[in-house]
């Protein structure tokens, strides 16, 4: 638990008696990438502002490492950038960070420049906010979420909007922020291909509860090329991938197997079940990616494919 | 917090236009008022109407009490050439020329105190409370804005009073501009200011302040309610041109009816702000001055113990 930032248990929210978030358990370790992954409407945006004290929780508590009690302690390390990049228009963005930098009692000239520069609006510092493109608007907004120098960094779709460019920009930036200064970041997005590039942990939400919590590693094994075999028993076929030198395999229930390696070999292994009059009702390579694999999942939870 | 906060809003509402559109606006309807109140008897009337007036046996200051910007009505003048115990004569109205405009040439005799009081019980500084309170606390709720404030240091209460403290500071500098600006009006339209200032002016624009900042509270509550900048605006408009009293003067009927020991001249709009701050003078007197005050104090304190209910209870975002 040392290593942990943030431990939420049985988080929930409701809303006028519609559960928005339903008993949400989330283990965010210090100095990780955490990507909250889930269509719009599944909860994403409430979890956050509730872990940031936006929004009270009906139930549930989440403790931040070393910060017990009240948590205004542990808000003061947290920045936020939540739904809407909240500025306003009428203000510079040089104007929208120097009120955020008055606020906190910090900052200087230099200070402010400084956040403008690291998300590249330096050069429009003293342009109307009103005026910038969504893309630059989420841009200020990560430049004010970083206003204090944050911990903990809560990017609800910071990359939307954003033209490929701007992405790869923001995405190099806070992989920076995450090594070199060590910011936790928690960040949702429904572009799952673009949070497989930076997150190092996931949390799969689907109607308000969370569905799958994993490591990279574990949804790179699940979502890897491999070879499915569906029979109405797989005791008596695992002795057949022994003997033909297949140690890479995983038996998912007592129907399926998935077998990682040698794909090319299908048709030699669908052989050698056939001879040992085993009833196979299918055999074949299947490949998913990260989209396809959370599709399955929410679908599952939805009563829907699998 | 509360220190940095204040400092923070007091940036924000710097940067806001409507702060200076208001002392303009306000500055061209003080202009206009004294025009009215040193110059002109009655918008409309030429000096032979008035003469004609006078012959029929009818005063100007009669007539003066229908004129209102909009705000108000009721206020009393003075006229300088006659009352209404004595005919005009021809050679009391004064015969216009265009350099009478800037320097002397009165229609009323009034001194500096009264242009001020007449300026104030206008009451159009309330009107520009309620349109500054609604645009800068409607703003931050229209972009969410409390957000970026509240996630890293969740003080929400000092936020609130860093706001009021702000719209207070607002209401003063309303008060200051309409002294300053009548000052200058009077000098501009009579060629000097008789100033006559004693305690009461003093006493009047600090009771004034105090019904302005418990007007301003009203309007946060509202804003804070609604969080519509359009609907608190139009809500705290229409209670700053008094038209709350329509209401209120049905509910006094019927509660005369219903309570027969009332007294007959029983009126709830006697107990709301937009009323105390018209029916104050310079002249009042300590009973006046101290209803005025409870009202005030009464109103600030449930307008602002609503509100916070309200924080306390809703979410950010």
């Keep these: 638990m040392d290593d942990m930032l943030l431990v939420a248990e049985e988080l929930s929210k409701e809303y006028k008696k519609v559960k928005a978030v339903d008993s949400v358990n989330l283990h965010i370790k210090k100095g990780t990438i955490y990507g909250l992954i889930g269509k719009n409407g599944a909860g994403k945006t409430t979890i956050m502002k509730m872990i940031t004290g936006m929004a009270t929780p009906s139930s549930g508590s989440f403790t931040y490492s070393g910060f017990e009690g009240d948590k205004r302690d542990a808000y003061s390390r947290i920045g936020a950038l939540i739904e809407a990049p909240a500025l306003l228009p009428n203000l510079s963005a040089y104007d929208n960070i120097k009120l955020k930098c008055l606020a906190y009692g910090i900052g200087d000239d230099a200070y402010?420049?400084?956040?403008?520069?690291?998300?590249?609006?330096?050069?429009?510092?003293?342009?109307?906010?009103?005026?910038?493109?969504?893309?630059?608007?989420?841009?200020?907004?990560?430049?004010?979420?970083?206003?204090?120098?944050?911990?903990?960094?809560?990017?609800?779709?910071?990359?939307?909007?954003?033209?490929?460019?701007?992405?790869?920009?923001?995405?190099?930036?806070?992989?920076?922020?995450?090594?070199?200064?060590?910011?936790?970041?928690?960040?949702?997005?429904?572009?799952?291909?673009?949070?497989?590039?930076?997150?190092?942990?996931?949390?799969?939400?689907?109607?308000?509860?969370?569905?799958?919590?994993?490591?990279?590693?574990?949804?790179?094994?699940?979502?890897?090329?491999?070879?499915?075999?569906k029979t109405s028993n797989t005791s008596p076929v695992l002795p057949i991938l022994d003997s033909n030198n297949f140690s890479d395999y995983q038996v998912i229930d007592s129907n399926t197997i998935y077998i990682y390696e040698r794909l090319g070999d299908i048709s030699t292994l669908n052989m050698e079940i056939a001879k040992a009059e085993i009833p196979v009702e299918s055999i074949g390579v299947q490949s998913s990616d990260l989209e396809e694999y959370f599709i399955k999942l929410t679908g599952a939870s939805a009563g829907g494919i699998k | 917090m509360y220190l940095r906060f204040l400092k923070s809003e007091l940036f924000r509402a710097s940067k806001h236009k409507c702060v200076y559109i208001l002392i303009l606006v306000l500055a061209a309807v003080l202009f206009l008022e004294s025009i009215v109140f040193l110059k002109f008897s009655i918008p409309g009337m030429s000096q032979d109407d008035v003469y004609s007036m006078g012959q029929e046996g009818y005063s100007a200051e009669g007539m003066s009490e229908s004129f209102n910007m909009g705000f108000n009505a009721g206020r009393a003048v003075s006229p300088v050439v006659h009352d209404e115990e004595e005919d005009m004569s021809e050679e009391d109205i004064p015969a216009y020329t265009l350099s009478d405009f800037w320097g002397e040439g009165l229609f009323y005799n009034d001194d500096f105190p009264t242009l001020y009081w007449l300026n104030v019980s206008s009451s159009f500084h309330l009107f520009a409370v309620a349109v500054f309170t609604a645009l800068f606390l409607g703003s931050t709720y229209k972009y969410g804005y409390d957000k970026n404030l509240i996630v890293g240091n969740r003080y929400r209460f000092s936020l609130f009073f860093a706001r009021i403290t702000v719209i207070a500071i607002y209401s003063a500098i309303l008060l200051i501009a309409t002294f300053l600006m009548t000052v200058v009006y009077d000098l501009l339209f009579t060629g000097s200011v008789d100033w006559n200032l004693d305690s009461s002016v003093l006493g009047y624009s600090l009771v004034s302040f105090v019904l302005s900042f418990a007007f301003s509270m009203i309007a946060v509550f509202i804003a804070t309610l609604t969080k519509n900048t359009a609907a608190s605006m139009t809500v705290s408009i229409m209670l700053s041109m008094g038209f709350l009293s329509l209401g209120l003067s049905i509910i006094s009927f019927v509660m005369t009816y219903i309570f027969p020991s009332l007294p007959s001249d029983f009126q709830l709009v006697n107990y709301t702000i937009t009323q105390n701050a018209e029916a104050l003078s310079l002249q009042s007197t300590g009973k006046e001055v101290l209803r005025a005050l409870i009202v005030a104090v009464v109103y600030s304190f449930l307008s602002i113990e609503g509100s916070l209910l309200i924080i306390r209870r809703r979410d950010i975002g």
């Design chain 1, 112 to 229: 402010i420049m400084d956040k403008l520069k690291l998300v590249g609006l330096d050069g429009v510092a003293k342009r109307k906010a009103g005026k910038f493109s969504l893309g630059m608007k989420q841009r200020l907004g990560i430049a004010m979420a970083l206003v204090g120098e944050p911990d903990f960094l809560v990017l609800d779709e910071p990359i939307n909007g954003l033209d490929p460019q701007g992405i790869v920009e923001i995405r190099e930036m806070l992989m920076k922020l995450n090594s070199e200064k060590g910011i936790t970041i928690l960040i949702s997005s429904h572009i799952l291909e673009e949070l497989a590039k930076i997150a190092k942990d996931y949390a799969i939400i689907n109607e308000g509860r969370i569905i799958e919590e994993s490591t990279l590693e574990d949804l790179k094994l699940k979502c890897r090329d491999k070879i499915v075999i």
